[in-house]
């Protein structure tokens, strides 16, 4: 296992890439159904889908970054709460691809105008319940995941401020 106290540029660079697009794109998703309709909320939800398929690009290359050879640190916390944390992560990654699948889902069930430039077909443009349910899983999962990352952000500030065992600092960009 390789010793070194901080993860490498790549990994830094993935993870606060994916932090940043993940908060981006929750508080667009929240906030869709305040543009006005038309061109506004075209725009908007086309942002929305824009980034994220940015965001199943950096997941696709962080993931075969992470297989074929990514830095790997021993763990922060030695024992079950160490492997509950690895298991955190896991489950991050699947979340992420999660809402992404359903977020594909949710733009061929609606059948979306992406930036007015081209209309996705509508899989069953009259199934308004289909449409709904779909809508409602990514905004569900969206929120779980959401939920999961203020918690990571959480115990990693409580890392820094409260144990001061430098967990933190191992995914800290250098900023020399």
């Known amino acids: 296992m390789n010793t070194t106290t901080v993860y490498d540029s790549k990994a830094i660079f993935y993870h606060w890439v994916s932090a940043a697009l993940i908060l ?63 298991g955190t992560h896991h489950i991050f990654y699947l979340l992420i691809a999660c809402i992404i699948a359903v977020g594909v889902a949710a733009v061929w069930v609606r059948g979306d105008n992406i930036f007015n430039l081209f209309k996705v077909p509508a899989f069953d443009p009259s199934n308004k319940q289909l449409r709904e349910e779909v809508v409602d899983l990514h905004g569900l999962l969206a929120n779980a995941l959401l939920i999961l990352a203020a918690g990571h952000s959480l115990l990693a500030i409580w890392h820094h401020v409260i144990l001061k065992d430098g967990v933190l600092k191992r995914m800290w960009p250098n900023l020399k």
């Open 24 to 86: 981006t794109l929750w508080l667009l998703g929240e906030n869709l159904d305040f543009f006005a309709k038309g061109d506004p909320r075209v725009f908007a939800r086309s942002t929305h889908i824009a980034l994220g398929f940015v965001l199943a690009i950096i997941l696709a290359l962080r993931l075969k970054w992470k297989i074929g050879g990514a830095t790997k640190l021993p763990q922060a916390v030695p024992g079950l709460i160490g492997k509950l944390a690895v």
